[in-house]
């Protein structure tokens, strides 16, 4: 129960209905007199289900259907399952409000209605996005019990073939390929671009910042075509697996910066100073304490961006041409991905290679969730906080420190205690050169 | 110039010169400056290419077609008769129907996640939108094209019986209340992809509104309360109004996205080549879907001509897309909380 009493915490409303309520000026201050200090305090409760709103909500929905009922059944010309559902709720509304209306101001029964209606709000969007994937997955039930579905490739099967014949394995072995090329472009310069935008910050880098985040939800079909008036058009190259990949990591590059520049930027700064105040080079202190510390958002991110270009149909379309025939070679001859394979199963009439779509279209999702999954549990914790396996490493790591500052010192490790932290060989003789002269020149 | 100077002056070195912040330090710091900074110029030029070479492509039909091109609205590339006037309408009719569901969908969902849901609920459901934002647009399109196309003619239906006088929900050829009207005229409709490319983006506008709603003030969330607001008077007082670049935001980018869905869309709609206002009926177009259907069988021409179309999708969401950026970079959204 949502408990708010006016007479102690003037609300908004309260506030306005005081002056026009009350004559006297005095009348306000009448009910706060009564003695303070004889009532507990208790905290307020926001939110929470209480035994008179479950009354209210049920006698609401009771009447709600009823009166549905009536007006379909009886009353007006209404007709239709839709039609029903939508009357029954803004009816089931109406009188919940006023049912709330009998105990609590208005300011309350506002809030008791909004919640309704967001609860609704995260259901709709809830189970709709649930029955998309149910039902993929329950039209793909079909298809999916057969063995030679993820063994065979399309070539030897017909359109009128039975489900036993025929499978998707060219398009597994396809999807892994072209998304082995766009990994292998995309994550280097991504990362690579993101620590830029980390650390060497300057007008140009906002510049490129902008562009990235701008180009985020670049469309799909356009990084193909880029990728078709360059590589196939421009170069004569035919299409290739090679292409797709190459379209792939076009789409999925901004994705990847722009995920990895936001954890990058959650790199406490405190870490990066220390490193810099031991004397580390900026390149060390990158990469061994920037990376580190970001590592579980930096593989989410690239999870998450591979979740994004696995699914993506439209560049492949342009780019990696079709194929019923197992190819793994990206560079010769067309190659095919699971997305494609999904989209020209179902164009197709014939009920086996629409259930194959589907089939193919349950594969592709368990995939993607498996990627999710696995970015979850290992960038599920944010920058600093560490696994159990990761805390006992930094614990052994600072004692075998401790067990070394505490050994007879060597001339060696008292020049330059700080480098021999992140380097156990001894340090260049550029840095030595490079550091010594900066005490003497304070003396 | 000058610091060489102070430092062959050795002996006044009690005066205090100004420490200098060295960024680089050393040859390696300076390959690593110069490698990111390459990194940096290869993306920007990536990306420039994705527009530069799009126009290369496209100058042989924007220079045969000329301002024509805007104001066209048939496709016949090899007769020069060709403009993206259809499709155009088509894409944008397509993103309205969308963003007009998604953005309730979105928002309320946010608001649940980030104040209504029960706390040990609310990671799961993070989880659960993050999710549904990774699922293929392909899946989204089946399910349209499977299940939703016979299970929207009835709402089609009553919208266009009910609300028939406003001109976007007319249908032709379509007596109002007429029960034995055939139902087909509602099935490839720009209102069942509106619906469909609405559930793919919802998500994402939902992930992103819901990140900045978490990031309203505590200090003043409470202070709401402490006033005696109620829990929807504070998300009106505190979480909304600090939210609002992020609601914006978040609708730009779906936008976005829907503007530049294809695959779902393609699935969907029958294509037809005039601009097509009614959206309840059957017959729409996309920019992206005419791509997708015509770049096997173009000539040279008229690939130029989809080349020409693809620059102007890609404009048009580069310009949502900024204005997206600036409008969540100018607001208060994001900034850090002093309480």
Redesign the interface.
């Known amino acids: 129960m949502?408990v708010?009493d006016?007479a102690k915490?003037?609300?908004?409303q309260?506030a306005l209905a005081t002056p026009t309520a009350s004559p006297a000026p005095v009348a306000p201050v009448a009910p706060v007199v009564p003695d303070p200090v004889s009532v507990p305090e208790q905290p307020?409760r926001?939110?929470g289900v209480s035994r008179s709103a479950v009354l209210s909500l049920t006698g609401a929905g009771a009447s709600a259907l009823c009166v549905t009922i009536l007006l379909f059944g009886e009353l007006a010309p209404f007709s239709?399952?839709?039609?029903f559902v939508v009357t029954a709720y803004l009816v089931f509304l109406a009188v919940y409000a006023v049912l709330t209306g009998f105990e609590e101001d208005g300011?309350?029964v506002?809030?008791r209605v909004?919640?309704v209606?967001?609860?609704?709000?995260?259901t709709?969007?809830?189970s709709?996005?649930a029955?998309?994937?149910g039902?993929?997955a329950w039209?793909g039930k079909e298809a999916l019990p057969h063995g030679n579905f993820f063994t065979q490739d399309m070539q030897a099967a017909g359109p009128l073939d039975p489900l036993t014949n025929g499978g998707i394995a060219h398009a597994m072995a396809g999807t892994l390929i072209m998304m082995a090329i766009a990994l292998t472009i995309s994550v280097p310069?991504?990362l690579?671009?993101a620590?830029?935008?980390n650390?060497?910050p300057g007008r140009?880098?906002r510049?490129?910042r902008?562009?990235?985040?701008?180009?985020?939800?670049?469309?799909?079909?356009?990084?193909g075509?880029?990728v078709?008036?360059?590589w196939i058009?421009?170069l004569g190259m035919p299409k290739s697996g090679l292409a797709a990949g190459f379209a792939i990591s076009?789409m999925m590059?901004?994705i990847v910066?722009r995920a990895s520049d936001v954890v990058l930027r959650l790199v406490p700064g405190n870490l990066t100073e220390a490193a810099e105040a031991l004397g580390a080079?900026?390149?060390?202190t990158?990469w061994h304490v920037v990376l580190p510390t970001a590592r579980s958002g930096l593989a989410t991110a690239v999870i998450?961006g591979t979740?994004?270009g696995?699914?993506?149909?439209?560049p492949v379309?342009?780019t990696a041409g079709f194929t019923a025939a197992l190819n793994a070679d990206p560079t010769a001859g067309p190659m095919v991905s699971l997305?494609l394979a999904?989209?020209n199963f179902?164009k197709s009439p014939q009920p086996e290679m629409?259930a194959r779509?589907?089939g193919a279209?349950a594969v592709?999702?368990t995939m993607?969730?498996v990627?999710?999954v696995i970015a979850?549990v290992i960038g599920g914790r944010g920058p600093g906080h560490q696994t159990r396996r990761q805390a006992r490493r930094t614990a052994r790591a600072s004692r075998r420190d401790v067990t070394r500052f505490a050994a007879p010192h060597t001339p060696a490790s008292v020049s330059v205690p700080g480098l021999s932290l992140f380097e156990d060989t001894a340090p260049q003789p550029?840095?030595t050169a490079?550091s010594a002269p900066a005490p003497g020149?304070n003396d | 110039m000058v610091s060489t100077q102070v430092?062959s002056g050795r002996p006044e070195?009690d005066r205090p010169v100004p420490r200098r912040l060295y960024?680089?330090?050393?040859?390696?710091?300076r390959?690593?400056?110069i490698?990111?900074?390459a990194?940096?110029v290869?993306?920007?030029a990536?990306?420039?290419?994705?527009g530069l070479?799009?126009l290369?492509?496209a100058g042989q039909a924007l220079h045969a077609r000329g301002f024509a091109f805007l104001t066209t609205a048939a496709w016949q590339p090899d007769v020069h008769n060709f403009g993206i006037a259809a499709v155009l309408t088509g894409t944008l009719l397509i993103a309205l129907v969308a963003v007009t569901i998604s953005v309730?969908?979105?928002?309320?969902?946010a608001?649940?996640?980030s104040d209504?849901?029960p706390r040990g609920l609310r990671r799961t459901?993070v989880?659960?939108v993050?999710?549904?934002a990774?699922?293929?647009?392909?899946?989204?399109?089946?399910?349209g094209?499977?299940?939703l196309q016979q299970h929207v003619i009835?709402?089609s239906r009553?919208l266009s019986d009910w609300f028939g006088w406003i001109p976007l929900f007319t249908v032709d050829g379509i007596q109002p209340g007429d029960p034995l009207a055939s139902a087909s005229v509602y099935t490839a409709s720009t209102f069942v992809a509106g619906i469909v490319v609405a559930?793919m983006v919802?998500?994402i506008q939902?992930s992103v509104m819901r990140e900045v709603f978490a990031q309203a003030p505590a200090g003043e969330r409470e202070g709401a309360?402490a006033?005696?607001?109620?829990?929807?008077?504070?998300?009106r007082a505190v979480v909304l109004p600090y939210g609002k670049g992020g609601i914006i935001g978040g609708t730009m980018?779906g936008l976005?996205?829907a503007?530049?869905?294809?695959?779902a869309v393609y699935?969907i709609i029958s294509p037809v080549f005039t601009i097509q206002p009614h959206i309840l009926q059957t017959g729409s177009n996309s920019v992206?879907s005419l791509?997708?259907l015509h770049?096997g069988d173009s000539s040279e021409f008229g690939?130029s001509a989809?080349?020409a179309a693809?620059l102007a999708?890609?404009l048009l969401?580069?310009a949502?897309?900024?204005t997206a950026?600036s409008v969540a970079a100018r607001s208060r959204s994001g900034a850090q909380s002093e309480a």
């Open positions: 949502t708010v006016l915490t003037p609300g908004e309260g307020r926001i939110g239709g399952m839709l039609g300011q309350a506002r809030d909004m919640t209606v967001l609860w609704t709000a995260a709709l969007l809830f709709a996005l029955l998309v994937v039902f993929t039209r310069l991504g690579a671009c620590v830029y935008l650390q060497i140009f880098s510049f490129v902008t562009i990235v985040e701008a180009m985020t939800a670049l469309p799909s079909i356009v990084a075509l880029m078709y008036a360059v058009l421009g076009v590059l901004p910066i080079p900026r390149w060390r990158v998450l979740a994004r696995i699914g993506e149909t439209s379309l342009l997305p999904v989209f179902v629409i779509g589907f279209a592709l999702m993607v969730l990627l999710f979850r550029h840095d490079a020149d | 430092a070195s960024a680089a330090r050393g040859f390696g710091d390959v690593f400056r490698q990111l900074t990194t940096g290869v993306v920007l990536v990306m420039a290419a994705v070479f799009l290369l492509r309730p969908l979105a928002v309320g969902t608001l649940f996640i209504v849901a459901l989880s659960m993050d999710l549904m990774a699922v293929p647009s392909v899946v989204y399109g089946l399910w094209l499977f299940f009835g709402l009553w559930l919802a998500p939902c309360y006033l005696g607001a109620t829990r929807w008077g504070m998300i980018l976005g996205r503007l530049g869905e294809t695959i699935l992206s791509i997708a770049y690939m989809l080349m693809g999708l890609f969401t580069l949502v897309n900024f950026s």
